[in-house]
């Protein structure tokens, strides 16, 4: 099994491109999330999925969209991107079912986007 | 709302010595909670989690964790460090909101461990 991965590792965007990261999980997992890692704030929750076909928003969703057309794949897109937009972004997936197993989560590798 | 708080943003022990790490967490019901380790340039791995039971868990690497209920805090301990625990580690509450289970994450306590 790969777990989760992350695909690009390392991307740098001029002000106002757009991109897409794409995160896969083959644990069969139904939660999905995007996190942004930044220097002492810890990680915080962009979006978030409950199974396909359906989103969420979490504590820092501006400027951010996302889409989970299959359960395998969370796709985190940034439609103009802004120098503020530059951190290390974490996929994360866990299970559907079972009390506490619901919140284990399991996390892939990181892609560090740099925005000029 | 759920929060965590590590009160320490950086530690340095000694090779050998020693370890706790503190994290104080604010919950109405019976928490979920997680050590999650990162080392540099790396994805979050998982250390130990507490669900019930047993308030004394063991998890990889010989870290253990206790959880105590009057207290609100789950902190992270080993007896004797090595050079490869330099690493940031991260305290987690599972919390529900809006229809699902999400994680809330302290800010890290980055630790250094010195020849």
């Known amino acids: 099994n790969a777990g989760v991965t992350q695909t690009p590792k390392f991307r740098v965007l001029k002000t106002g491109q757009s991109m897409t990261l794409l995160c896969a999980q083959d644990?069969?997992?139904?939660?999905m999330y995007w996190y942004r890692q930044d220097p002492g704030m810890g990680l915080r929750l962009i979006h978030y999925?409950?199974?396909?076909?359906?989103?969420a928003k979490g504590e820092v969703p501006d400027g951010y969209n996302v889409s989970r057309l299959k359960k395998q794949n969370f796709l985190l897109g940034l439609e103009s991107a802004a120098p503020s937009q530059t951190s290390v972004y974490f996929c994360?997936?866990?299970?559907?079912?079972?009390?506490?197993?619901?919140?284990?989560?399991?996390f892939g590798p990181g892609t560090r986007l740099t925005v000029l | 709302a759920q929060s965590v708080t590590q009160p320490d943003i950086h530690i340095t022990v000694s090779e050998g010595a020693s370890l706790e790490l503190r994290c104080n967490y604010s919950?109405?019901?019976?928490?979920?909670l997680f050590w999650y380790v990162q080392s540099p340039g790396q994805g979050l791995q998982l250390l130990l989690k507490?669900?019930?039971?047993?308030?004394l868990v063991q998890g990889i690497k010989g870290f253990e964790a206790e959880f105590k209920r009057s207290q609100s805090s789950f902190n992270l301990r080993k007896p004797s460090v090595h050079w490869s625990d330099a690493a940031e580690y991260f305290c987690a509450v599972g919390a529900r909101g809006q229809g699902a289970q999400k994680l809330v994450f302290g800010q890290g306590t980055r630790l250094t461990i010195n020849p």
């Open positions: 999925s409950v199974g396909e076909g359906t989103t």
């Open positions: 644990m069969n997992h139904e939660y």
């Open positions: 919950y109405g019901a019976t928490p979920y």
């Open positions: 994360a997936s866990s299970y559907g079912t079972g009390q506490g197993l619901l919140f284990e989560q399991f």
């Open positions: 507490y669900f019930s039971g047993d308030t």
